[in-house]
């Protein structure tokens, strides 16, 4: 999958890693895409740890975190996340997989050394999953893609802070180890670290959503009276949405690596089946209708890839990249959605069923035009800031 466009700007340490992983998802992970444990609410337990001892086994455990504890540039962590995501458990097997790889990201760059010392050896080994705290039930007038309409409150109370409030949505938090929580003080926006489970933290219930390849699915969260010790705190109070920031824009761009390789597979599976299944006395992809949607997939998806890579290189700038990587968001996730339909298509009735994962693909990517904010909301935010950039181009 070595193309022209990943070896611009990748060192060769890099690609030999993306290159490891793609052996490994395609060799070893995908033969489990069938197993009896990958549930409604995504993988088991059982399943998961039996994946990530897999990966350990092959070096290919957090691939983009190397070994001195630094990290492979965005251009190159795409050139191996993409590759991760070739399978629906390959993110899992690999330890790529949200919230979890966005959440290591934003705990290296701005957590204490002691904060760090306690929890990123066990989420970077893959031995302890993680959760992010921050969507609240709309029936409660939370936040959702408004984050400053955030709910969930926290008070000082000696040298404790103490949270309550109400979240939903929230990826992995059942059999999560560690979790990362948004709340409100006086100050504003503020994040904490605190270990799960906690009695606390209830989990309502885990929701039915159309995606399943998270473990722990999304959850419905109660938090009542919690307490978390002043240091666990990233930052200082007011600063959660700053580190927000931090996270948002790579997490985001890490969600287009991983599902543009899911839709890279679909699409080799639907190729495979459109040149092999004959229909009206010759293959499939002879009939212009369905060869013509093969092609567009082509297009759609090397728009997807230039894209990634673009904003990409905007993140190795150091820039916060928030308006880079919305237009990744819209511009990625809406491709692939096209992309994923086009395979069902072209595979009729063989696409919508569980034989391959194009069903599964297509389930996902419809969830993904929504997570890491709607495509909707980002064209929002361009368009506010395209009338900034006018009134201070055009100040008097």
Request: charged share 25%; net charge negative; with cysteine.
């Amino acid at each position: 999958m070595n193309t022209h466009l990943e070896r611009q700007g990748i060192s060769q340490r890099a690609l030999d890693i993306a290159d490891k992983v793609e052996a490994f998802v395609r060799e070893t992970v995908a033969p489990f895409e069938g197993d009896l444990r990958c549930g409604p609410h995504g993988p088991s337990e059982a399943l998961a740890d039996e994946l990530k001892a897999l990966g350990r086994a092959a070096g290919v455990m957090t691939p983009h975190i190397l070994d001195d504890g630094g990290h492979l540039t965005q251009r190159e962590t795409a050139a191996v996340l993409i590759r991760s995501g070739l399978s629906p458990l390959g993110p899992l097997a690999c330890h790529t997989c949200a919230p979890d790889e966005g959440n290591m990201y934003l705990l290296g760059k701005v957590a204490s050394p002691e904060l760090k010392e306690r929890f990123l050896p066990r989420m970077v080994d893959g031995s302890m999953r993680s959760a992010f705290f921050m969507t609240e039930p709309a029936e409660d007038g939370g936040a959702g893609s408004d984050p400053s309409m955030m709910q969930t409150t926290c008070k000082m109370d000696g040298n404790h802070w103490v949270i309550n409030g109400s979240k939903t949505y929230i990826t992995g938090a059942d059999g999560a180890g560690m979790g990362i929580i948004m709340a409100k003080s006086d100050e504003g926006a503020c994040m904490f670290l605190v270990d799960l489970p906690d009695p606390a933290i209830q989990i309502v219930r885990v929701m039915d959503t159309i995606d399943s390849s998270m473990p722990g699915g999304h959850s419905v969260i109660t938090i009542d009276n919690l307490r978390v010790p002043a240091d666990q705190m990233l930052g200082a109070s007011g600063e959660g949405f700053k580190y927000a920031q931090v996270r948002l824009a790579p997490a985001r761009l890490s969600h287009c690596m991983r599902w543009l390789g899911a839709c890279v597979r679909a699409n080799e599976i639907a190729t495979d089946y459109a040149n092999r299944r004959m229909a009206f006395g010759k293959p499939l992809v002879d009939h212009e209708g369905v060869g013509f949607m093969l092609a567009e997939n082509l297009i759609d998806l090397k728009q997807a890839e230039l894209m990634t890579y673009w904003c990409a290189d905007v993140l190795d700038t150091g820039a916060q990249g928030g308006a880079e990587s919305s237009m990744a968001k819209v511009a990625v996730s809406e491709a692939l959605m096209r992309v994923a339909d086009r395979c069902v298509q072209c595979m009729g009735g063989q696409g919508v069923t569980a034989d391959t994962i194009v069903e599964q693909v297509f389930r996902e990517i419809r969830a993904f035009r929504i997570y890491d904010g709607p495509t909707e909301v980002h064209k929002w935010s361009l368009a506010k800031k395209i009338k900034r950039d006018w009134k201070a181009e055009n100040a008097a």
